[in-house]
């Protein structure tokens, strides 16, 4: 017993010391533990900053290319119009036009949300604190695809009011340039096409789905304008995260 008292109170020094490094070795894995772990989390933070402001840009690309079809088909809905309402209306001019008022028209906008579908289904959810963004995002998405069903619907009705018209043949829905490469000449006689003019009751009909479609397609513009200026209010947010972050 007096050796091992001997030999504690000679190396006690020693001992500690290993103690020490031991304890400090165990600490400093645990910092460096967090300090990864925190490091870690700040990365996946930052790289959702980055994909949620990826996933905007193809959002705007998409609807500047659906507004820019729908100004298209509004401006061809008032030549119909202006064509119908003239004294003698072109049977193929206003049938060509008539497709063109409706071209894509059933085309609705959706919202790229793969990153934030990401995170709410990769358990990353816990690590993204931003609420503010997150609840953004949310409300974007929700408005969005509203204004995208609406957009859909209008371009349905505008269709059914193609489709509702009576006769296509007689008043030449397949006889005008629009159509050509659809109308096979080797099988269909194009002599025994009705080509003959509008009709009263036919341009009166037609004057109807005209003005429809001027108010359906400039509905759908107004959605569109809507998408953009609720895309281009998030953008600048998520660009100051992500490009922070960059750096």
């Known amino acids: 017993m007096k050796r091992i008292y001997s030999i504690l109170k000679e190396k006690w020094p020693e001992y500690i010391l290993e103690i020490l490094v031991i304890t400090i070795g165990i600490l400093g894995a645990f910092a460096l533990n967090n300090w990864n772990e925190n490091s870690n989390n700040r990365r996946i933070v930052v790289d959702y900053y980055c994909r949620f402001l990826a996933d905007l840009n193809q959002d705007e690309v998409q609807v500047d290319s659906l507004l820019s079809e729908g100004q298209l088909r509004l401006k061809k809905s008032n030549e119909l119009l202006a064509e119908l309402v003239s004294p003698n209306p072109n049977k193929q001019k206003t049938m060509k036009l008539l497709l063109e ?18 995170i709410k289904s990769s ?3 816990n690590n993204f604190t931003d609420q503010a963004i997150l609840d953004r995002m949310g409300v974007y998405f929700q408005e969005t695809k509203g204004l995208s069903a609406n957009i859909a619907n209008n371009g349905e009705l505008g269709l059914s009011e193609v489709f509702e018209l009576d006769n ?26 009705d080509r003959h003019p509008l009709t009263p009751s036919q341009s009166q009909e037609l ?9 359906l397609n400039h509905r759908n513009i107004r959605h569109y304008e809507s998408i953009r200026s609720r895309i281009m209010a998030l953008k600048p947010a998520l660009k100051g995260k992500c490009s922070v972050a960059s750096d």
Not at 102 to 117: H, L
């Open 207 to 215: 004057k109807h789905v005209a003005s429809a479609l001027i108010a």
């Open 168 to 193: 296509f043949f007689s008043i030449g829905f397949a006889d005008n340039e629009f159509m050509k490469e659809a109308l096979d000449t080797t099988v269909v006689r194009p002599e025994f096409l």
């Open 101 to 118: 008022s409706t071209a894509r028209i059933t085309y609705p906008f959706n919202p790229i949300s793969a990153g934030y579908d990401d």
């Open 123 to 125: 358990g990353n959810l």
